[in-house]
């Protein structure tokens, strides 16, 4: 195995699952269902795309992304429980609880679906679930550099992780993180499970730089990326010159896609 190029890539991982950017305006902190929640909303009388955020990140990821959707298009982003100023909930953070979560949220600020649905990492897993347990409330599925239902199962689990990226994780992440993190095989067994979302728009966004990495590792990571789009029948993906951290990196292609789907609608 080249050690090299698999440190690089688990640093940048690490650094895209703890790091922020600019903050996004609007953000408001209220009581819905007797917690608190951290979220932005613009309204319009067009369309609604949700964004979903991936481990560790927060809405401000969507900074570069989200002003220029809600300019003319209803945009919603918000922080999961424990995320930001987010009350933690009791619940299990497994995907399905998190997606009746953020259903119960959406129709809390009466958001109406059909929803554009986007997802960035494990956020694109989530939304995956969304889209397949709730195929008539999904118009579109857009992916952004999204794990793969199976990301961390065989050569990808975490067994196979240096001893000192486990150790930093561990010490680098929060508990809501864990949880969620310890849940995601659960999740990516449940998108498996349902029927696949077909017959709308999924616009795959892959990020093109990890592809350089040679490792047993970062090659199975990379084969994920490659096959997610054989999930969806009928998606597109594009390759984007950029790390992991495409909303911060390259997010022109985010909203290019976001726009293709709205005008098909």
């Given at each position: 195995?080249?050690?090299?190029?698999?440190?690089q890539?688990?640093?940048?991982?690490?650094?895209?699952?703890?790091?922020?950017?600019?903050?996004?305006?609007?953000?408001?902190?209220?009581?819905?269902?007797?917690?608190?929640?951290?979220?932005?909303?613009?309204?319009?009388?067009?369309?609604?795309?949700?964004?979903?955020?991936?481990?560790g990140?927060?809405?401000?990821?969507?900074?570069?992304?989200?002003?220029?959707i809600?300019?003319?298009?209803?945009?919603?982003a918000?922080?999961?429980?424990?995320?930001?100023?987010?009350?933690?909930?009791?619940?299990?953070?497994?995907?399905?609880?998190?997606?009746?979560?953020?259903?119960?949220?959406?129709?809390?600020?009466?958001?109406?679906?059909?929803?554009?649905?986007?997802?960035?990492?494990?956020?694109?897993?989530?939304?995956?679930?969304?889209?397949?347990?709730y195929?008539?409330?999904?118009?579109?599925?857009?992916?952004?550099?999204?794990?793969?239902p199976?990301?961390?199962?065989?050569?990808?689990?975490?067994?196979?992780?240096?001893?000192?990226?486990?150790?930093?994780y561990?010490?680098?992440?929060?508990?809501?993180?864990?949880?969620?993190?310890?849940?995601?095989d659960?999740?990516?067994?449940?998108?498996?499970?349902?029927?696949?979302?077909?017959?709308?728009?999924?616009?795959v966004?892959?990020?093109?730089?990890?592809?350089?990495?040679?490792?047993?590792?970062?090659?199975?990571a990379?084969?994920?990326r490659?096959?997610?789009?054989?999930?969806?029948?009928g998606?597109?993906?594009?390759?984007?010159?950029?790390?992991?951290?495409?909303?911060?990196?390259?997010?022109?292609?985010?909203?290019?896609?976001?726009?293709?789907v709205?005008?098909?609608?």
């Amino acid at each position: 195995m080249k050690t090299k190029p698999l440190l690089q890539s688990l640093v940048v991982l690490l650094v895209a699952f703890l790091t922020g950017c600019a903050s996004l305006p609007g953000a408001v902190t209220e009581s819905i269902d007797e917690r608190r929640v951290e979220y932005v909303l613009v309204r319009h009388d067009t369309g609604t795309v949700v964004f979903e955020n991936g481990l560790g990140g927060s809405i401000d990821w969507w900074a570069k992304v989200f002003p220029e959707i809600s300019k003319d298009t209803t945009a919603f982003a918000y922080n999961r429980p424990g995320y930001g100023k987010s009350d933690m909930v009791s619940s299990p953070r497994d995907g399905n609880h998190i997606v009746d979560e953020l259903r119960s949220l959406l129709k809390s600020k009466g958001l109406k679906p059909p929803y554009v649905l986007v997802g960035h990492s494990l956020g694109g897993l989530y939304m995956q679930l969304f889209a397949r347990r709730y195929p008539d409330e999904a118009s579109a599925l857009i992916l952004v550099d999204s794990t793969h239902p199976a990301q961390f199962k065989g050569k990808g689990s975490p067994q196979n992780w240096p001893a000192w990226f486990r150790l930093v994780y561990r010490l680098a992440t929060s508990e809501v993180e864990k949880e969620e993190f310890n849940a995601i095989d659960a999740t990516g067994e449940s998108v498996l499970d349902l029927p696949p979302f077909t017959g709308k728009p999924v616009i795959v966004l892959s990020a093109a730089e990890p592809m350089k990495a040679k490792s047993e590792l970062a090659d199975y990571a990379n084969e994920k990326r490659k096959d997610l789009v054989r999930l969806y029948p009928g998606a597109t993906q594009i390759w984007v010159d950029s790390g992991h951290a495409i909303p911060l990196e390259k997010p022109e292609p985010i909203i290019s896609a976001i726009r293709e789907v709205l005008q098909k609608k």
